[in-house]
């Protein structure tokens, strides 16, 4: 079975400063890997994704993501935090095959930007 | 191009009454998702619907079902509210032959009340 383990329930950063969100996955084959991005009372939002090929990928809003197969992380980082970040961001693994693209997420992590 | 629209936003319900949430895919998507979110945690997947059929289904009881009508919009029903049932709905919709099947969208979401 797959899981998601976000460490950190909350981060406070100060604007200007950098970020990074931890996520450790469980799966046993290759995973595809996802941050989403929800604000108070919203949807999520599709920040970046992991498929294969190069391990850092770039997404919107100028984050960026690294998989390391060895230590089964995807940290999400951004060089210099903007007020407008402050969200609730989720990690999450897919399954392609048979599970048909079913996602499991992490329970989340808050930021929280100081001006 | 719109994304993926829910209905309705909000819901208050009492205990043990039904409930009927609707979901409209993004336009070319041919599959949608549905996941429960309670306060404070990630989502949880509910079920997909493909082609009309449940595919996939989560952790979830009979009381929670589902259907998916040939324009591929779908509604997720909910018998014998419990207070537990209190949450956030979210539908996410994909493609099967875009993003691996496995890159979904969400929606808005509707929050269900149950008094």
């Given at each position: 079975a797959q899981s998601v383990t976000q460490p950190d329930i909350h981060i406070t950063v100060s604007e200007g400063a950098s970020l990074e969100l931890r996520c450790n996955y469980s799966y046993g084959a290759t995973p595809y890997l996802f941050w989403y991005v929800q604000s108070p009372g919203q949807g999520l939002q599709l920040l970046l994704k992991y498929f294969?090929?190069?391990t850092l990928v770039q997404g919107i809003k100028g984050f960026e993501a690294e998989f390391k197969r060895s230590q089964s992380s995807f940290n999400l980082r951004k060089p210099s935090v903007h007020w407008s970040d402050a969200a609730e961001y989720f990690c999450a693994v897919g399954a392609g095959g048979?599970?048909?693209?079913k996602l499991t997420f992490g329970q989340g992590t808050i930021l929280t930007v100081h001006p | 191009d719109a994304g993926v629209t829910q209905s309705p936003t909000h819901l208050i319900k009492t205990r043990g009454q039904q409930v009927t949430l609707r979901c409209s895919p993004k336009s070319g998507h041919d599959t949608v998702s549905w996941y429960q979110q309670a306060l404070g945690q990630g989502p949880q997947f509910i079920f997909q619907y493909y082609e009309e059929e449940e595919r996939q289904r989560g952790?979830?009881?009979?009381?929670f079902s589902g259907h998916q009508f040939p324009n591929y919009s779908s509604e997720l029903n909910v018998n014998a509210?419990?207070?537990?049932?209190?949450a956030l709905y979210l539908c996410a919709s994909s493609s099967?032959?875009?993003?691996?099947?496995?890159?979904q969208f969400f929606g808005p979401g509707t929050r269900l009340t149950v008094l």
């Open positions: 294969s090929g190069d048979t599970s048909y693209g | 952790n979830f009881p009979d009381r509210l419990l207070l537990g049932d209190s099967a032959r875009e993003g691996l099947g496995i890159e």
